[in-house]
C-alpha cells in the first residue's frame, strides 16, 4: 500500500499544525512496516525534510493552502503518484481527491466563535470566507473514511456539528515537545532582564486571537496589580495584528508605562523553554481549544499551570492544574493568586504536571493514525 501525507505545513512554517505534522511523520517512519509513505511538501519546508526510512519518499507540491491550485493541480499530482489512501492533517482536502483519506480535525473553533474580530476581513469578505470554511470542513468529515482527532472533547463537537457516526471519529493525543531539561541554555546566556522581565512572572505562549480570551486576562492581571501582587504579565507570540490589538488594550489599562505586561514577542525554542522553567505559573485562559498544548509543555518544565475549566482542558490537565472560569474575572484572579503564592499547592502541582506530560507520546499518536490508515483502507 501506498500512503500519502499532506505535509504542505510540516515544520515551523505551519506553526502548531506543522509540528503535529512533522512530529506524526517522524514515528510513523519508525513504525511504517511494509508500507510504502509519500511526503507532500511545499518549497519552503522541501529541504527541511530529509526522510529518515527508505519507505518515505517526498515529492514536491507548491500549492499554496486554500488556493485554486490546490484544489485544481493537488489531485492530479496524488493520482500520479499512485497513492491508495491520503492522510490530510488539516481539513483542507481538495474536492477531486481521486482516493480514500484520512482528515484530521483538529477543532472546530470557527464554528463555536465565528467573528470578524478573528481577521483583518472586511464584512462581506469574512463571511464569506467564513461560509466557504464551513462547507470545506463539512465535505472533508463527511468524505472521508476516517477523521482523526485530538481530545474527546473535539471528538464529541465533530460528531454534533458535524453529524457524523462517533464511531468514525478517532483521537490521537498529541504530546508536549520542547528542549530537554539538560540541553536549556547555559545559566547567564540567557537575560530575561534585557526584556524587561525584572520580577516573578505568569507567562503565556501562543497567538492572540480572540478565543484566547487574553484581554480579559489583561483585564485580570490589572486587578491583582493594584491589588499589589508584585509580578508581571509575559506573553510570548509573533507581534501581528491581533497582538498588536492587545497591546493597545494593555497601554489602556496602564500596564505598559510600568513594564506590568511584557510582549516578549517570538522566542526560539530554547529560550522558549527557559521562559517555561523560570515563571512563576503559567497561565491559559483560553475558551476552547481543541487540545491545549502549551500548558502541558509548561508541565513538563516543572511549571505550575492555571488554566481555564473549558472545553478539552480538565481532559488534557486532569489534575494537575488550578481550573477558573474563564468568562469569570473573580475565579481567574483567585485561581492566579493561588498558583502563584500557595507554595505548598506549587509543588503539588509541579509533580503532577510531570506525571500528566508522561501520559502522552507522539509514539503513540502515530501508532493510533497508522491503525486507523489500515482500517480505513479495509472498510
Known amino acids: 500500500m501506498r500512503i500519502g501525507i499532506d505535509a504542505r505545513f510540516f515544520g515551523p512554517v505551519g506553526k502548531g499544525l506543522g ?18 509513505f509519500v511526503v507532500f511538501l511545499r518549497k519552503e519546508n522541501y529541504d527541511v525534510y530529509q526522510p529518515a526510512s527508505p519507505k518515505f519518499r517526498k515529492v514536491l507540491a507548491d500549492f499554496r493552502w486554500y488556493s485554486l491550485s490546490e484544489q485544481l493541480r493537488f489531485p492530479p499530482l496524488i493520482r500520479k503518484e499512485r497513492i491508495d489512501m491520503m492522510h490530510f492533517p488539516h481539513f483542507n482536502v481538495p474536492v477531486l ?6 482528515v484530521t480535525i483538529h477543532d472546530l473553533i470557527l464554528f463555536r466563535y465565528p467573528t470578524r474580530r478573528a481577521t483583518t476581513l472586511n464584512a462581506a469578505t469574512y463571511w464569506l470566507k467564513y461560509a466557504a470554511y464551513r462547507l470545506t470542513i463539512a465535505l472533508a468529515a463527511w468524505r472521508a473514511r476516517a477523521i482523526i482527532t485530538v481530545s474527546e472533547c473535539t471528538k464529541r463537537d465533530i460528531v454534533k456539528s458535524l453529524k457524523v457516526k462517533p464511531e468514525r471519529v478517532t483521537v490521537t493525543y498529541e504530546a508536549a515537545d520542547g ?9 547567564g546566556t540567557f537575560d530575561p532582564g534585557a526584556k524587561g522581565i525584572v520580577k516573578p512572572y505568569f507567562l503565556y505562549v501562543g497567538n492572540a486571537y480572540p478565543h484566547k480570551n487574553l484581554e480579559r486576562l489583561l483585564e485580570v492581571f490589572a486587578s491583582l496589580r493594584k491589588d499589589g501582587l508584585e509580578a508581571q504579565l509575559v ?3 509573533k507581534m501581528d495584528h491581533f497582538y498588536l490589538r492587545l497591546k493597545l488594550e494593555a497601554e489602556r489599562l496602564g500596564l505598559l508605562a510600568s513594564d506590568d505586561v511584557i510582549f516578549y514577542g517570538y522566542a526560539e525554542e530554547s529560550e522558549l523553554a527557559e521562559l517555561y522553567r523560570r515563571a512563576r505559573a503559567y497561565v491559559f485562559p483560553s475558551l476552547l481549544e481543541g487540545f491545549g498544548l502549551p500548558p502541558l509543555e509548561a ?6 499551570v492555571a488554566a481555564a475549566g473549558s472545553s ?13 472560569d474563564p468568562e469569570d474575572v473573580v475565579d481567574m484572579g483567585k485561581a492566579m493568586r493561588r498558583v ?3 507554595e505548598t499547592l506549587r509543588a503539588r502541582l509541579a509533580e503532577r504536571g510531570k506525571r500528566r506530560v508522561a501520559r502522552f507520546s507522539w509514539r503513540e499518536c502515530a501508532e493510533r493514525t497508522y491503525r486507523t490508515y489500515l482500517s480505513s483502507l479495509r472498510s
Open 19 to 36: 509540528r503535529y505534522t512533522e512530529r506524526l511523520i517522524e514515528n510513523l517512519e519508525r513504525i511504517s512496516g511494509e508500507h510504502e
Open 97 to 102: 481527491t481521486p482516493c480514500p483519506f484520512v
Open 179 to 187: 528542549v530537554e531539561i539538560g540541553q536549556l541554555t547555559i545559566p
Open 235 to 237: 506573553l510570548v507570540g
Open 299 to 304: 508541565m513538563r518544565y516543572g511549571t505550575p
Open 312 to 324: 478539552c482542558l480538565p481532559e488534557i490537565l486532569d489534575d494537575a492544574a488550578v481550573y477558573f
Open 340 to 342: 502563584y503564592g500557595d
